[in-house]
């Protein structure tokens, strides 16, 4: 199996890890976090009724120069815009599902910048 494929399927194993404990509800809707290799993608799902209530992307927002890599400012502009369209339907906490990534780097990034954004989790 090539090693990518690998990468896969172990952070896949990893995530319905997480996914057992972390459940998002009408009250605390889940914050998933999807990373690409050229992306960041975060929603805000409600799991009682599988609706998406918010969302953001990497791939829509204008990549603002911040300090640090190009990623991870993209990251922070996600968390922010997320965070704005939470707040906008009138969520202020969520649970943070990190998607079996580890919290760290871009995916830290994302839940800082959200948090500044006025989401608590």
């Known amino acids: 199996m090539p090693k990518d494929k690998k990468a896969t399927a172990l952070r896949r194993v990893r995530h319905r890890r ?62 922010k815009v997320v965070a704005e369209r939470a707040l906008a339907q009138g969520i202020t906490q969520v649970v943070f599902d990190r998607g079996g990534y580890k919290y760290h780097g871009r995916v830290k990034a994302l839940a800082e910048a959200a948090r500044e954004g006025g989401l608590k989790f």
């Open 18 to 79: 997480v996914r057992k404990k972390v459940i998002g509800s009408t009250e605390k809707p889940r914050l998933c976090v999807f990373r690409s290799l050229r992306a960041i993608y975060a929603q805000v799902i409600d799991d009682s009724t599988g609706r998406t209530l918010a969302a953001a992307s990497s791939k829509e927002s204008s990549g603002e120069a911040q300090s640090g890599s190009p990623k991870t400012a993209a990251s922070v502009t996600v968390g």
